[in-house]
Structure formats: C-alpha cells, structure tokens
C-alpha cells in the first residue's frame, strides 16, 4: 500500500474547521484563495506521495552515518531533500522580504503533516530549519536576518536547535555550555550538546546552530541563558559559507527509530556565535523556535498516524479470516476509533496554527492566547494519537505488523519519539496547567464556551450527540475551575490527564462541527462521542485524584 497524502481530509478541515474560513478573509492572508491553497495542497501531495514516500524505507535500512567526520546521509535524501527545498515548501509561511511566500501558517502545518507522513525522517530538517527562521525572523538584528534568511528560505542552508546536554535535558535551567564576549562583537561557545537533530550532513552548504548556553556571571537557571547563532562555516563578506567554525559532529546515536535523521553529538570549541535576542533572554527567542516545533511534531503524530492508517485499513480489506477481516466487529472498532481520534488530532493542530495566523494577521489579544493554549494540547495529543494509531494498526495487521517488512513496525518505532521530543509530553501538559492556565483559565474557558456553542447549534439536528458533547464540556468547565484553585504540586499530579480531557472535549467539538457541516460525517462523529469522548470522565477522575496516593506508593528503589 502506497502512501497518499490526505488532501480530502485537510481540504474539509480547511474548509469547515474553525478558525481558517477567517484566516483567508483578513487582509494579510487575501492571497491565499480557495484555488492557492488547492494548487499547493495538490503540489505537496506529488511531492510527498512521489519523491519522499518512496525514501522512507531506506531510510529506515541505510540510517545516517559519520564517515571520518562527515555526517553521510541515506542514498536518495540529498536529492529528496532538493526537491522540497526547489519548491519552496521550506519557506511557505516565511516572509516574502526574505524569498518566502507569506502563506498561511495553517496550509504550512497541512503540508508538514503530508511531509512527516511520507518521510519523516527527512522531514524534520526542514522542520527545525522552519523553526530557526521563525526565531530569527522575530529576533534577530537586521544585519543576521538580511544574511541568514534568505539562505534558510531557499534551503541552501539549514537550521538546527541547541538545547540538550547531558545533565540538562527537561531542565534546561541546568545547561552548562559557556559563551564568552569577543573584542570583535561575536561570541566563543564552548560545550558539548547531546541529541541533535541534523547536526550535520553531506548536502548542506551550511548548518546553521541556535545555541543556548551561558554568558559569565549570568544569574543560575533559566534566567541566565542566552542564545546564539553559530553557523558551521563563517559567512564571508558576500554571504558565502567562509572558513569553518571550531565546532564538529563528535559522534551518532543509535536510535530505535527514524534512522535516516542524524542525531548528533555536537562539540563546540571556542565557536563563533553570534547573539540572538538580548542577553540572558535566550529562553523568549528560543521559545519562538520551540513553540512552532512543538506544533510540528503534533502534526508529525499525525502524520505517521495517517500513513499507518491507510496501511491498516489496506490490508484489513484483503486479509481473509472467516471473510475480510475488515467486516468483524473488532475490527471496525480499532479502525473505525483509529480514524474518529485521527480526525480529532488534526482539527486541534489546525486550529492551533489559524490561531497563530489570525493573531499575526488580526492582532495578538484573544488568539495568541488560543494558539498558546493549544499548542501543548496539539503536540501532546498529537502525538499521543500518533502512538496510539500506530499501536492498532499493528494489531490490525497480526503478525503481518511485527514483521519489518509491511513497513507498520517503522511507523511504530519512527512515531515514539514525538511524544518524547520538543519537550516531553509530560513537560507539555505541565505547561498547560502552569502559565497555560495562569490567566486564571480565560483561554481555557474560552475554548470550552467554543464546545459548548458547537453542541447547541447541534441540538435540534443532531441531538443524540450534542447532549453528551455539551455536558462532556460542562464537566471539564467544573474540573478547570477546581484545579485553579489546586496546589502546584496537586496540579502537577493531573496534568497530564487534564491535557488528554480537554483534547477529548475539543475533538468532539470538531466532530460535531464536521457532523453539521456534511451529513456523511455523522458516522465518524458518532463513533468519537460515543466511545471516545466518555474516556474524558476517566481522565477527570484522574485529574481529581490529586498527588497523595502517588506519594504514599513505594516506587522502585526508594527507601520504605
Ligand atoms: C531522536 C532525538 C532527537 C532529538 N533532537 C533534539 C534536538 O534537535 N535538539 C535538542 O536540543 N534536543 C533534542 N532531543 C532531546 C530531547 O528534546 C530530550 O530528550 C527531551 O527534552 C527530554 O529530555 P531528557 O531525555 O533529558 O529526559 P529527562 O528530562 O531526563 O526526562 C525523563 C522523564 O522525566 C520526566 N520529567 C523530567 N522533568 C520533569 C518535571 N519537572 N516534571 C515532570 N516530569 C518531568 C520527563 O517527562 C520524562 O518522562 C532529541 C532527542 C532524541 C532522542
């Protein structure tokens, strides 16, 4: 089974989801017309169903390499990696001053979504490349944006994202990487970072760094971290990669998934860096990046979930036990909730990314606080829906999935990571009950009041599911306003089970949207409201039930 990028499915997104009718009707995005946003679904769809899917099996069997040095990638990634630089996919929603085509950021997470689910693997340099222009195109001075960016765009150079060390992984208020000022208005960084993500290749003509690390005397934790550009050869005065930087690729990680992406040790000797942001500010410029990533990833668990879907759905159509094994009953129901959770995560990460356009088109106030909302909530659930879809298409497949050669397996092992990367999931759903709900819930009662508009219009014509869906988010309403009223650490203790009930709440909203929207929908709807929306009850439980018993339990090695 081939891999076909899910243009109808985005399309009805686009069309009948929540925020992105509006988006094209700002004046900003006036370009971006019904017949634009069709012409590029349909040109990602050839590159991604034609060139990329075809190299994720071998990237998978030839993972990257380091050769005396040099970081070698997978046969055919240099020229797949071409092909999505020449058509200018990198730069979709950059600035048009620096050769992007200032598109919504909404029909570039659509086409990252189409990307991951061909290729992940090679996806995720452009990825981090998309990130780092996000970065610079808000904090960078004008001499770094006028040199970088125009390069980054075009894909001539790519961009990679410095966090890790070894003793500072979640924590990065514990990195120990050192900057120093130079009497020529550069910095040297010295330090070793850990696990990153196209560190280096074999058909880049520059790798671009975005660099935490530390300046002297700079106060401890978060607050005293800086970030700097550090480009794996100096620019010279026309532009053009100069001499090398002190910096080098010191070894490879083995990993149980997406082989074809190197994932680098990076040494740093005295490198030169150049300041983005201000001094000690380095975690606000470094959120820019981190936030357009953690989308990303939401939309690589969606990705990788769709390519995994089609397969399992493929295949239950031909695999005769008794008949089709398609038409037993269990079957449907791991396919059937596959598709119904499928669709609930790409409604959320699409309305996460028409909020960030209509804040950068209509202003900030009401949808910057949604997109920031959402954005732990797409990357986590997201991602966890990835997991979880490859897991059924797996069993789907009976044995036929554990074997490498259905290509299930590589879903399986590729997708593990997105819930791990860009920030745990656990982190994520930390962030959304700390400073997500710090505006004491307005964003987060804003949305459900969103749910609860969705479930009246449904009231007459579909009644059998606004019910449930209104007291599904009555519910959460109740539960948001106890935990504002909770302890840090009893919040802590359900953040993760809150991120997954308000997702729940949320996907059933777009379902019951869907449902409205186009008759043939209310199926699919049916199926989420019914079996997947009451799991929100469980998660609510779970949200209640505090920190304390997890205390009292002995874990492990902890003494008695
Ligand atoms: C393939 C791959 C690619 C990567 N690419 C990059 C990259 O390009 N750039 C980069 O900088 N990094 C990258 N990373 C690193 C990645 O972002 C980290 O692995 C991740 O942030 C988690 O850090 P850690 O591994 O140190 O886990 P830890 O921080 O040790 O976490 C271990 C567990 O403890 C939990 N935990 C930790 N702290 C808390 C807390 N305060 N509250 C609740 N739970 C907590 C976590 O959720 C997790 O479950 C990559 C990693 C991998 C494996």
Request: charged share 20%; aromatic share 4%; hydrophobic share 45%.
């Given at each position: 089974m081939?891999?076909?990028?899910?243009?109808?499915?985005?399309?009805?997104?686009l069309?009948?989801?929540?925020?992105?009718a509006?988006?094209?009707?700002?004046?900003?995005?006036?370009?971006?017309?019904?017949?634009?946003?069709?012409?590029?679904?349909?040109?990602?769809a050839?590159?991604?169903?034609?060139?990329?899917?075809p190299?994720?099996?071998?990237?998978?069997?030839?993972?990257?390499?380091?050769?005396n040095?040099?970081?070698?990638?997978?046969?055919?990634?240099?020229?797949?990696?071409?092909a999505?630089?020449?058509?200018?996919?990198?730069?979709?929603?950059?600035?048009?001053?620096?050769?992007g085509?200032?598109?919504?950021?909404?029909?570039?997470?659509a086409?990252?979504?189409?990307?991951?689910?061909a290729?992940?693997?090679?996806?995720l340099?452009?990825?981090?490349?998309?990130?780092?222009?996000?970065?610079?195109?808000?904090?960078?001075?004008?001499?770094?944006?006028?040199?970088?960016?125009p390069?980054?765009?075009?894909?001539?150079w790519?961009?990679?994202?410095?966090?890790?060390?070894?003793q500072?992984g979640?924590?990065?208020?514990?990195?120990?990487?050192r900057?120093?000022?130079?009497?020529?208005?550069?910095y040297?960084?010295?330090?070793?970072?850990?696990?990153?993500?196209?560190?280096?290749?074999?058909?880049?003509?520059?790798t671009?760094?975005?660099?935490?690390?530390?300046?002297?005397?700079?106060?401890?934790?978060?607050?005293?971290?800086?970030?700097?550009?550090?480009p794996?050869?100096?620019?010279?005065?026309?532009?053009?990669?100069?001499?090398?930087n002190?910096?080098?690729?010191?070894?490879?990680?083995?990993?149980?998934?997406?082989?074809?992406?190197?994932t680098?040790?990076?040494?740093y000797?005295?490198?030169?860096g150049w300041?983005?942001?201000?001094?000690?500010g380095?975690?606000?410029?470094m959120?820019?990046?981190?936030?357009?990533?953690?989308?990303?990833?939401?939309?690589?668990?969606?990705?990788?979930?769709e390519?995994?879907?089609?397969?399992?759905?493929?295949?239950?159509?031909?695999?005769?036990?008794?008949?089709?094994?398609?038409?037993h009953?269990?079957?449907r129901?791991?396919?059937?909730?596959?598709?119904?959770?499928?669709?609930?995560?790409?409604?959320?990460a699409?309305?996460?990314?028409?909020?960030?356009?209509?804040?950068?088109?209509?202003?900030?106030?009401v949808?910057?606080?949604?997109?920031?909302?959402?954005?732990?909530?797409?990357?986590?659930?997201?991602?966890?829906?990835?997991?979880?879809?490859?897991?059924?298409?797996?069993?789907?497949?009976g044995?036929?999935?554990?074997?490498?050669q259905?290509g299930?397996?590589?879903?399986y092992?590729?997708?593990?990571i997105?819930?791990?990367?860009?920030?745990?999931?656990?982190?994520?759903?930390?962030?959304?009950?700390?400073?997500?709900?710090?505006?004491?819930g307005?964003?987060a009662?804003?949305?459900i009041?969103?749910?609860?508009a969705?479930?009246?219009?449904?009231?007459?014509?579909?009644?059998?599911?606004?019910?449930?869906?209104?007291?599904?988010?009555?519910s959460?309403?109740?539960?948001?306003?106890?935990?504002?009223?909770?302890?840090?650490?009893?919040?802590?203790?359900?953040?993760?089970?809150?991120?997954?009930?308000f997702?729940?709440?949320?996907?059933?909203g777009s379902?019951?949207?869907?449902?409205?929207?186009?008759?043939?929908?209310?199926?699919?709807?049916?199926?989420?409201?019914?079996?997947?929306?009451?799991?929100?009850?469980?998660?609510?439980?779970?949200?209640?039930?505090?920190?304390?018993?997890l205390?009292?339990?002995?874990?492990?090695?902890?003494a008695?």
């Open positions: 081939e891999y076909r990028s899910a243009v109808d499915e985005i399309r009805f997104h069309r009948h989801g929540g925020g992105f509006r988006v094209g009707r700002t004046e900003r995005f006036a370009g971006a017309t019904e017949d634009v946003v069709e012409a590029v679904l349909q040109g990602a050839r590159l991604c169903d034609g060139v990329l899917a190299l994720n099996r071998v990237g998978d069997l030839h993972p990257a390499r380091l050769e040095g040099t970081v070698r990638t997978p046969p055919g990634f240099a020229e797949g990696f071409r999505i630089a020449g058509g200018g996919w990198i730069g979709l929603s950059a600035d048009p001053a620096h050769g085509q200032g598109l919504p950021l909404t029909v570039e997470t086409v990252n979504e189409m990307m991951a689910g290729c992940m693997a090679l996806q340099n452009p990825l981090l490349t998309q990130g780092q222009i996000a970065a610079l195109e808000h904090h960078a001075e004008p001499r770094i944006r006028s040199l970088y960016l390069k980054l765009v075009s894909g001539e790519s961009g990679t994202m410095n966090l890790t060390e070894p500072a979640s924590d990065l208020g514990a990195l120990r990487t900057a120093e000022r130079a009497a020529d208005g550069a040297r960084i010295t330090g070793q970072k850990i696990f990153i993500t196209w560190g280096d290749s074999d058909f880049m003509a520059n671009c760094h975005l660099v935490l690390a530390r300046l002297p005397g700079a106060p401890a934790g978060t607050r005293g971290i800086s970030l700097f550009l550090v794996k050869f100096i620019p010279d005065a026309a532009g053009r990669p100069g001499r090398p002190s910096l080098r690729v010191a070894g490879l990680e083995h990993k149980m998934g997406i082989h074809g992406a190197p680098c040790v990076m040494d000797d005295a490198a030169t300041l983005i942001g201000a001094e000690n380095g975690m606000a410029a959120f820019t990046m981190m936030n357009a990533a953690r989308l990303a990833v939401g939309v690589q668990g969606v990705g990788i979930a390519a995994a879907l089609q397969k399992a759905e493929a295949y239950a159509a031909g695999r005769i036990q008794q008949g089709p094994i398609l038409r009953p269990d079957v129901r791991m396919l059937a909730c596959a598709r119904a959770e499928l669709f609930a995560a790409r409604a959320i699409l309305d996460c990314a028409a909020a960030l356009d209509l804040a950068r088109a209509e202003g900030p106030d949808h910057a606080a949604k997109a920031a909302f959402l954005t732990p909530v797409a990357k986590s659930f997201g991602t966890e829906v990835g997991l979880r879809v490859c897991e059924t298409a797996m069993q789907v497949f044995g036929a999935g554990y074997v490498e259905t299930i397996a590589q879903h092992r590729d997708v593990r997105t819930a791990i990367y860009e920030g745990t999931n656990g982190i994520q759903a930390m962030d959304l009950v700390g400073r997500k709900l710090a505006d004491g307005e964003a009662f804003r949305l009041e969103e749910v609860e969705e479930a009246e219009a449904a009231r007459s014509a579909l009644p059998d599911m606004a019910g449930p869906v209104w007291a599904a988010a009555e959460l309403r109740e539960a948001t306003e106890e935990l504002l009223s909770r302890t840090a650490a009893e919040r802590s203790a359900g953040a993760h089970p809150f991120l997954m009930a997702a729940r709440v949320l996907g059933a379902h019951l949207r869907a449902a409205r929207a186009d008759a043939a929908r209310a199926p699919m709807a049916r199926v989420y409201v019914g079996r997947l929306l009451p799991l929100h009850a469980a998660h609510l439980a779970e949200v209640r039930a505090g920190p304390d018993d205390e009292a339990v002995r874990i492990g090695p902890e008695p």
